[in-house]
């Protein structure tokens, strides 16, 4: 038969991962299995094809805040060319204030840092790291969780190709206290800045007229410089801030969700286009939609506003539970939209703006997003640049994860909301694969869904010109799964399963279908667990098998 078709506050989030560790104490596995076992294990590095940093805290503990005085070096002999620790500090040798960062990241045994660089006065100090725009602010993500150590510096590439900024990042080996900790990517912070985000940086006169319209970044949380429900503002810095500014942020939100709730809400005048720039919203939809990320729209979702400017999605950020990382938001499930899970999931919309889901049914920002979701496809997200991405990045990495993992032995260990089949994928390559797997059938199933929204003259050949077979959602499966394909013309089809031994099981799909996506439902409450075979054939003389697994 054919059927066509993090928690509500920071401290909430914070206290299910305490939850995690506390119970990660008692039933290891939930860490991996021996990855405790080696918090005291130094794994030996003599060089590295990635640059190395050194940080020294005098044998201080980092603390959550404030900074701690420390000094760091980075060794770094240009492209191509080895690292080895007895080389000179040759990219960076100097001092910095460092702190622990992240909400949930940072109870895991491989913690994330918050750096600052700065002179011998202790004054921030702007320096250019591996040719990146100078500045003081960096971040050093652990990426524990994701075992592909790619996905933000994906995400973030991809954002970038879209023509909007995004966090440069660089992977790195870090060895903190003579301790080697592994990989990590060195990540721009999100601050206002001509090579960041460039809007216009406020200080405290800036509270009358033009001034203070902007510029304002803000994100999706609560804190101490919050204004109104779940809204956190970044800058200006809570210690700067002043009254008339967060009342100006605060209203300009207010004004643009009310008119949101206005039967006029759609008109070009009135509407939502007189609020928002409405560019940075869709390709902050399809950035996150495309990655399927786990903590869309209502976690580490920013904004931005610049002075007489509207209202700004973005930039993108934190990508470490999307690509079918984290068990959130049924996270595995490439073929739904998560902007509209919110309509039925009563948590969701507790904690996504509402106004996300009432842009995605307006038909004219429909059109528009499904007309730009083809342009990018068509060019810059065309499968294969985006696989290049993760080949040239794996490639790099393929010496240094193999020290990381022997550092954290996590490979085949389930972990904080691992998502099914964590057991099976117990190498490097085999969590690249599956994250690729996800990203194609993600990106295939968005191309069958937008065909439709996009105007008839619109030429969308190039991404939708071949027919497509999707991996069976879940695999593996216990009693029902679904098999999506996609078809970019009509034509008569064949949908089959059979078992090993070549006998035909069902026919899940016969005779002509319309161009665009289709979704079958294989009910196997009465088959024995195994191993079974779908093949989709059609009048057009495609032909493709896929396996899928069976568990009662």
């Known amino acids: 038969m054919i059927v066509q078709r993090r928690s509500a506050y920071i401290w909430l989030d914070a206290c299910a991962a305490f939850l995690w560790l506390f119970l990660s104490s008692i039933y290891p596995s939930l860490m991996g299995s021996s990855a405790e076992a080696s918090a005291n294990r130094r794994t030996d590095l003599t060089s590295s094809n990635l640059p190395i940093i050194v940080i020294d805290t005098n044998g201080q503990d980092i603390p959550n ?20 620790i007895n080389d000179p500090f040759n990219e960076y ?15 895991f ?30 971040i050093l993500r652990a990426a524990y969780i994701d075992k592909t150590l790619l996905r933000d510096v994906l995400a973030y590439e991809m954002a970038r190709r879209m023509g909007r900024w995004a966090s440069r990042t660089r992977h790195v080996e ?88 206005q039967p006029y809400y759609a008109d070009p005048q009135r509407g939502y286009p007189a609020w928002i720039d409405v560019g940075y919203f869709i390709d902050e939809i399809l950035i996150q939609e495309a990655t399927k990320n786990s903590d869309a729209y209502g976690w580490s979702a920013h904004f931005h506003k610049d002075r007489l400017d509207k209202l700004r999605a973005g930039p993108a950020w934190d990508f470490d539970q999307a690509l079918s990382n984290s068990t959130f938001n049924d996270g595995p499930n490439y073929s739904e939209w998560i902007i509209a899970k919110s309509e039925v999931d009563d948590h969701l919309r507790r904690n996504h703006p509402p106004f996300w889901r009432k842009l995605f049914r307006e038909t004219n920002f429909k059109q528009h997003l499904a007309e730009r979701w083809f342009e990018l496809r068509e060019g810059v997200w065309q499968l294969d640049a985006v696989m290049g991405i993760i080949d040239s990045t ?21 972990l904080w ?32 869904q937008l065909y439709q929204y996009t105007d008839s003259t619109y030429d969308h050949s190039i991404s939708i010109s071949d027919i497509f077979l999707a991996q069976n959602f879940p695999n593996p499966f216990n009693r029902n799964t679904v098999i999506h394909f996609t078809l970019p013309v009509p034509q008569d089809v064949n949908l089959t399963v059979y078992d090993l031994h070549g006998r035909q099981i069902e026919l899940l799909a016969s005779g002509y279908q319309e161009a665009g996506g289709h979704t079958a439902l294989f009910c196997a409450d009465q088959l024995p667990s195994g191993v079974y075979i779908y093949r989709l054939t059609t009048s057009s003389g495609f032909r493709q098998t896929r396996k899928m697994l069976l568990i009662n």
Do not use: C
Not at 65 to 84: F, R, S, T, V, W
Not at 93 to 106: K, T, V
């Open 65 to 84: 805040e404030p900074k701690l005085d420390a000094h760091m070096g980075i060794i770094y002999n240009g492209p191509g060319q080895h690292n080895h």
């Open 93 to 107: 040798d100097g001092f910095i204030g460092i702190e622990l960062r992240g909400n949930a990241s940072q109870m």
């Open 109 to 138: 045994p491989k913690k994330p840092y918050l750096l600052e660089t700065r002179d011998d006065l202790g004054n921030n100090l702007n320096v250019s790291l591996f040719g990146m725009p100078r500045e003081n602010d960096w």
């Open 174 to 261: 870090l060895i903190l206290n003579g301790d080697y900790r592994g990989v990590y990517i060195l990540t721009e912070s999100i601050k206002p800045d001509v090579n960041r985000v460039n809007i216009d940086r406020m200080d405290s006169s800036d509270i009358t007229g033009d001034e203070v319209t902007g510029g304002y970044i803000y994100d999706i949380g609560q804190d101490e410089n919050s204004f109104g429900e779940r809204r956190q503002l970044k800058y200006p810095k809570a210690d700067e801030v002043q009254p008339e500014q967060m009342a100006y942020i605060r209203k300009y939100d207010d004004d643009f969700r009310h008119v949101m709730e």
């Open 394 to 414: 794996t490639s790099i990495l393929k010496e240094a994860q193999e020290r990381n993992f022997a550092r954290w032995p996590i490979l085949g260990q389930e």
């Open 417 to 448: 909301r691992s998502t099914p089949g964590w057991r099976e994928r117990d190498t490097y390559d085999k969590e690249v694969e599956y994250l690729e797997t996800f990203l194609t059938n993600r990106l295939m199933w968005m191309d069958a």
